[in-house]
């Protein structure tokens, strides 16, 4: 018997559509060798690593994705982008799913933790870059 | 003496005030004059990420305009900046949807992406020339060993870095240019946590720590940055390290360009050289690079 690919089953999922019409990256190529994951600096701090994250995606697991801390302690070191064999840019997906789940009402940062001192002494790019991840 | 338009950027203006005066005093000693554009607002500090955040681009672009008005190049000293500022010019200049019509039409200009982003590095590297800036130094910095720590965005994404972004050479070279011992250390290109010191101040202090714990392995005697936010990092790093476990040695910091004023002959006392946990006076006098070092950390 020969068996095929299920047509229907090729269908993307619509959360994998959302995230790549925001990100303009086609997830497909990701062939999960984890070069992303293995550069990042902050790997060990997130709940699911970046290449992790990119096959939540592609299985369309929105709740899990959108609820995991990742996207919120990457840094925008750009070690993913400069290490994908496949040229594909994880610093973009991770900024798509931070405005998408903040459209979705997450509220990731405490800012009550934000103190005087920290205002008065730091680089105000710190800030202005710190706040700007938080635009939806 | 040649002038260039200049962008500071809002922490040059503020907190790091020492970096933008020492380049502009050392650049002047060079015969470039800094000339900081008639007006300018911030750039908004990261590029946006996601194609379709159109609005976030006007505030960079903006400042494109005005350099454009004022030469068609525009540097910068500050990471941060210097990749905002390059890659928008790149994104209007590649733009082939409506995207740059949208900005143009918010800002009512009609900008095409033709100005020329750099950084001042790339200016002492390309337009004055390490042979050139090898005959202005007046002062011998006595090889002293110094960890060259680019951070991110000077390298990264490799579209707009300033040198290879595996294998960086400018900032060493020069280091080299002006009397220092540049040192080769594993993390020179590594995160120091960027804008989480807002948020997360322990992954801060764990990778700035990785930075610190790396030059000194290296050999470092004293570590330069060309980012007020790697600068704080680093610094806030070492202070939480001193103070939780009351060891661990620190690591003077400058920035480059009070490096480079020093080795230009510049009065120690005009650089504004950082106090406190990263005071880089004792070890310079203890170097005999400059007189026997005052306190002026009260």
Redesign the interface.
Known sequence: MKIFIDAPSKKKHPFLEQVER???EDLSHCYQCGNCSGSC??SD?MEIPVSQIIRFVTLGQERTVLESNSM??C?????C??NCPKCL?P??V???LR?LSLRKGHAP??MT??TGE?IE?????????????L?P | MDSIPYYPGCTLNTVAKDFDLSARDAFRLLGVELAELAKWNCCGSSFPLTPNNAIALTGPTNVLVQSQKEGGTVSTLCSFCYSTLKRTNEAVKEDKEDKKNLINNFLGTDYDGSVKVVHLLEVLRDDVGYPELKKHVKRDLKKIKVAAYYGCTLLRPKGVAIDNPERPQIFEDFLQAIGCQPIEFSHKGECCGSHLAMSREDIVVKLSGKVIDAALAGGAEMITTTCPLCFYNLERSQKHTQESTGEGSTLPMVYFTQLLGLALGMPVEDLDLPKNFSDPRSLLAAKGIVEEAVSVGA
Not at chain 1, 122 to 130: D, H, T, W
């Open positions: 925001e990100t303009g600096p902050v701090e919120w302690v840094v925008s070191c750009f070690q982008q400069n840019d610093s973009k991770m900024e798509g405005r940062i405490d933790r934000v920290f002494r730091s680089p105000q790019q710190a800030i202005v870059a710190g706040f700007r991840k635009v």
